[in-house]
């Protein structure tokens, strides 16, 4: 016997069978599969990822999902990396979803992208933009200079390849054996150009320190209105004061006020116009020289010898003839060193350490104005020692050892040799535009005028200490730019 089911049955049966899974409903409208809010990197992509479903809350396949994105923000579809722009539209798959990428812009902001599907409720996303990697750091002080056992902090801030501020750590390390550092602070160990590396990332800068030994220097600051300016500083930039002003009859025809300290450091000579000048420590001015009995060369520095004698340069006159005089630092005494001679030139006098010589450059052997050779002459007898060194702009050391000059008119390397006109050997140095060194008390160190870099592709003319011996070379940072003229004080 057969069982036969009823009609209604066999209906509902068949119904079933043939009926497909229905996919799960979810809430109505536009929801973000990926974050809403999201914060990252300037230039970051993100993908930004949408869900759309019917009011039913069925998934809603081809559906055109409208994205707009603010402020810097950009968009750009998937699989089109090169095109980026504030619109986008875009049709959601089988699986109701639609995607761009947000490529975050370089303002450091926060900006929303609105999504939009006809018939449904506006969403928004809200993005933050983060500084970048560090690419550039920037330490400071960038340059010092400090006796040996000071201590000072450094800081160092990075930034981003757009010149937004990173927060991230920047460390220190010592670069060589002149400077040490520990937790922000540098000590200077030894004397010499000490070096610290400062390092955030993969971005790095360097820091530099002068470690100086101990002493005074007077200087001129700048051109113009202020040529005449006295300045007086330690070598570690400390003690920075302005000895005198400049005053129009200061102005210079040539090359400046030349300042240059007497034997025992009480008083700076100098040239303003056609006179020579002292200053005391409290800026009291007198004449020491006014110039009347002849005319004073202006391109010649005075120099002050231990026997309280001031050499300095006369000339030209009418024969064509420059020479050098010297005068007591009271003012008496003035006369001739070097004879005059048509056409002759000896300037640039430099007495020994005990006065009893100088030396100069002249022209007697070339005859030439361009071609100077160095000599020394007696100043009891007269007498003419030729050394006839090729050189210019003597220097004679307070140790008596060792004479500085310039190679030539033409070229500004420094270049040292014995009194005797031996053991010629160079410095390492090169001098500016103010050709002016000045020795050490102790005969270790010249300071220099010479170039110093800006940061901004210029140079300026600066203040350096030179070691002799080494050819070591560390500049002074100074808060005048074009400082020159250095005179180291006994």
Same mark, same amino acid.
């Given at each position: ?11 509902? #049966?068949?119904?079933?069978? *043939? ?43 081809? =559906? ?19 095109? &980026? ?25 926060? =900006? ?9 409720? %506006? ?147 100098? #040239? ?24 004073? *060369? ?31 630092? *009271? ?14 030139? !000896? ?12 030396? &100069?450059? %002249? ?47 033409? !070229? ?79």
């Amino acid at each position: 016997m057969r069982y036969v089911l009823p009609a209604l049955a066999l209906l509902l #049966l068949a119904a079933c069978g *043939d009926s497909p899974t229905r996919p799960p409903s979810g809430p109505p409208g536009i929801t973000f599969v990926t974050s809403q809010t999201t914060s990252d990197t300037i230039r970051a992509i993100v993908p930004l990822v949408v869900e759309v479903r019917d009011a039913d809350g069925q998934l809603q396949a081809g =559906a055109s999902v409208l994205f707009e994105a603010g402020g810097s923000l950009r968009l750009g579809l998937v699989g089109d990396p090169d095109n &980026y722009a504030r619109q986008a539209t875009v049709l959601t798959g089988p699986d109701g979803r639609a995607q761009v990428q947000v490529r975050l812009g370089t303002t450091l902001q926060e =900006a929303d992208v609105t999504v939009a599907v006809t018939g449904q409720q %506006t969403v928004t996303a809200r993005f933050r933009v983060l500084p970048g990697a560090p690419f550039l750091l920037v330490a400071t002080p960038g340059d010092s200079m400090v006796y040996p056992g000071s201590e000072y902090p450094v800081t160092g801030a990075a930034r981003d390849l757009w010149g937004h501020m990173v927060p991230a750590a920047v460390t220190f390390t010592a670069g060589n054996a002149h400077v040490s550092v520990a937790n922000g602070v540098v000590r200077a160990e030894s004397v010499g150009r000490g070096f610290l590396i400062a390092r955030s990332g993969n971005a790095v800068d360097t820091l530099w320190v002068s470690v100086v030994p101990r002493g005074v220097l007077a200087a001129r600051p700048g051109l113009g209105p202020d040529a005449g300016t006295l300045v007086v500083f330690n070598t570690d930039g400390s003690g920075y004061r302005v000895l005198r002003e400049g005053t129009g009859a200061d102005a210079p025809r040539i090359r400046g006020v030349f300042p240059t300290w007497n034997g025992d450091g009480s008083e700076l000579v100098y #040239l303003s116009g056609s006179r020579i000048m002292a200053t005391d420590a409290a800026g009291a001015v007198r004449v020491v020289w006014d110039g009347t009995a002849a005319p004073l *060369d202006p391109e010649q520095p005075p120099q002050v010898s231990s026997d309280g004698w001031i050499y300095f340069g006369v000339g030209p006159n009418a024969r064509a003839a420059r020479t050098f005089w010297r005068v007591r630092t *009271d003012g008496t005494g003035a006369g001739p060193v070097s004879a005059e001679v048509q056409g002759r030139i !000896d300037t640039h006098p430099s007495p020994s350490a005990t006065g009893d010589a100088v030396v &100069y450059q %002249t022209n007697r052997l070339t005859s030439s104005t361009n071609n100077m050779s160095l000599r020394v002459v007696s100043t009891a007898t007269g007498v003419v020692r030729a050394l006839d060194v090729p050189g210019i702009t003597p220097r004679w050391s307070p140790t008596g050892e060792w004479i500085a000059y310039r190679v030539s008119a033409f !070229d500004n390397r420094l270049r040292v040799m014995r009194s005797d006109g031996t053991g010629i050997r160079p410095v390492g140095a090169e001098l500016g535009a103010y050709p002016v060194f000045s020795w050490s008390r102790d005969g270790v160190w010249l300071a220099i005028s010479d170039n110093q870099p800006t940061g901004q592709g210029s140079v300026m003319d600066g203040v350096s200490l030179v070691n002799v011996a080494t050819g070591e070379r560390l500049p002074l940072r100074m808060p005048a730019q074009d400082m020159g003229q250095p005179a180291w004080k006994p």
